[in-house]
């Protein structure tokens, strides 16, 4: 594969592009985009160049910007209304200020943010706080909600998690455009195999015995994940019959051989068993890294406040620690759910941002590490794109 690596970034305050040169040790830093808005996640088609960044809030509403340009220009798809939009309709001069349109929001108040993108199979998925998902087919110019998720049957007795009921996690089948997969906290996985006509929930333990019981709340228990998944990744696994995911979950690591119907704990080894994002290695089923916090309620900082990246080469059988060039002492940065990501080189960078505003990268699997970016804000989501 040849071509630059981008690198997509959601924050706090805008998106931010990072480009690297063809050695990916420079990277040239463009942003912030998207009027300000606070963007959860990003995604891109390598094939065309195009860019999508999700998000909002109380005051701007849910809405997916797009920009067809490499981020030189955008346009938003306002999905519903905020704060702002009751501002401007009941003041004609704050209305002008903002330059605001009359324009009714396709999904009205009932949507908060948009928390996660998702390409594949020339469609654009969305993940939404409350948990819905949305399906364009016209590269994010238009929406549509899911039926089959938003009238689940026992929809009502979903908990949301800290952050809300947030459908975060988008995953799809290279092959077959009908397999989905996604993970809503604190509801657990859901999966469809008929393009999303149907949904079951896939968080059943294959080892449940073994992993005993837990008082937290979104531990395992009565043969089940906790319901709180941070983070699910599917892997490109050649093994026939075989959908190979793995999630981050509020109470430990897990892998699923069968696309979620059963999932095995492999937590093993690690540091604590809580922590946000979870990454897999682009070409190596087996290869997976993740990066433990301390816990929920101590701080949700590193262990021992010493970063390190926690790799896999076994499918999370056995774990080593990689911290060559993270802060060893004194760091007390979060990574968030979806600020951990690969690239798709023949020798993949693995990448994350901070909470504080820091992106690190490796090129050597995890082995070294450089601070390619810092001050930047708070950092919410990371993606890599290779262009052609």
Known sequence: ???????????????????????????????????????????????????????????????????????????????????????AANDPDFAAMIGWQDTPAPFGDTLHSVWSLHHAHGRLFAGTKPAQFLVSDDGGVTWERNAGLADYEDREAWSPGAAGLTLHTIVTDPDEPAKIWLAISAAGVFATEDGGRTWERRNRLSNAEACGHHDHPAAPRDGETGHCVHNMVRAGDPRPGSDLLYQQNHHGVFRSRDGGRTWDDVTAGLPSTFGFPIAVHPHDPDTIWTFPLNGDMEGRFPPGASAAVWMSSDGGDTWSAQHSGLPARNCFFTVLRQAMTTDRQPEPGVYFGTNTGSIFASIDGGETWDEIARHLPTILGVEAVDLH
């Open 1 to 87: 594969m040849s071509g630059k690596t981008r690198l997509l970034v959601g924050t706090t305050k805008g998106a931010f592009i990072l480009t690297a040169d063809a050695g990916r040790r420079a990277w040239e830093v463009s942003g912030p985009h998207c009027g300000g808005w606070p963007i959860n996640h990003m995604a891109g088609d390598p094939r065309t160049g195009a860019i999508w960044a999700g998000g909002g809030g109380d005051w701007f509403g849910a809405g997916v910007w797009r920009s067809t340009d490499g981020g030189a220009t955008w346009a938003l798809a306002k999905l519903s209304s905020g704060q702002m939009d009751q501002w």
